[in-house]
């Protein structure tokens, strides 16, 4: 990171985007805020504020942009556009609008940042999306098919760019009537709206913009953006509004999510020997259950199994996770640790052997960190073997 990070905004004009511009300066950082007009631009002047104009749908545009703001330490693409029409009648320039803003829009401005990302092994990206992915409602199927898109886009992305320490996370906020949402919605859909469904388009719309009920307000968006950011051991989806969160009440919405904590913490914990990792994914209370006694089972002996026992005993140790599956808060791994054995290993001096110890084990994660761990491993046939050599 540089003495002062950087974070680069889309779609600042209003809104979420706005909204999470104006914080990151409150907590002292550059800002780039991005937006299709910046002579509208109302965030208040700092010397750590960049305005630049961006049309994340123009590739020379982004161009543009990405060489304008420098360096910068985290993405969020925030900038979209709403559509809140029945799909009959809507007119097929409307729906690609849509898509090559919320969706295309998103992964050209997620590639243009990830040389710089993984060169320096570090950067965040973060993609706003919507509740509307977890709970479907009418008259939105282009928005939500190009926001759910940006979801599983997402997920697999987390997944590809962990290996370069790139943390990808996702925000997803809730009806927000105080945005510009609606009127947005309005414009696009135009007058191209078959009449029969006009009633029920007015319900609809009075249900959007009615604030009786639990919302999202913007600084909601932008809390949820800056754990997202600032956080390592924030979850990978994070709910913004009160609508949101009850949404998500009690569960843990993505899977992929849970098990990126897991590989991380198999490959920043076990295989690199973070201790800073460590500290970020392990709960206070964590409890491995696969301790010989109650006096060992606290967190700090399983680091010590990691420091003192695997890796002087292991060269190049390298962990392989073969299979992930979740069930409720619980992840279940099956993963080979192996290297070359080049120190006492539970008594069995070095032998320059390659060996490989087979684990399985199940963590349970709690707002991502662990909290509880079970497993059972080959590590006593491994130092068997050692021993007849």
Known sequence: MTPVSTVLITGCSSGFGFETARLFLERGWRVVATMRTPDDCRLPQAERLCVLPLDV??????????????????????????????????????????????????????????????????????????????????????????????????????????????????????????????ANARRLMGESMNEAYADFWQRVLAGVQNSDTPVTNARDVAEAVWRAVTDPAAPFALPAGADALALTAGTERNDEGMKAVVARFNREVIQDGNREAFEALMAPDFVNWSAPSEALRGPETMWRTFATVLRPAIEALQVHIHEQLCEGDKVITRKTISGKHIGSLLGVEATGRDIAIDVIDVVRLRDGRYVEHWGVNTLAGVVAQLRQQ
Do not use: H, W
């Not at 993405?75 to 919320?102: D, K, M, Y």
């Open 57 to 182: 749908t123009d590739p020379e545009s982004i161009q543009r942009c990405i060489e304008a703001a420098g360096q910068i330490d985290a993405l969020v693409n925030n900038a979209g556009v709403g559509l809140l029409a029945p799909l009959e009648g809507s007119a097929s320039a409307r729906i690609r609008q849509v898509f090559e803003t919320n969706t295309l829009g998103t992964i050209a401005m997620t590639q243009a940042v990830l040389p710089q990302f993984r060169q320096r092994r570090a950067g965040v990206v973060v993609n706003v999306t919507s509740s509307v992915t977890l709970k479907s409602l009418p008259l939105l199927s282009v928005y939500t098919g190009s926001k759910a898109a940006v979801n599983a886009f997402t997920e697999s992305l987390a997944l590809e760019l962990a290996p370069f320490d790139i943390r990808v996370r996702l925000v997803l906020p809730g009806r927000s009537p105080e945005t510009s949402f609606g």
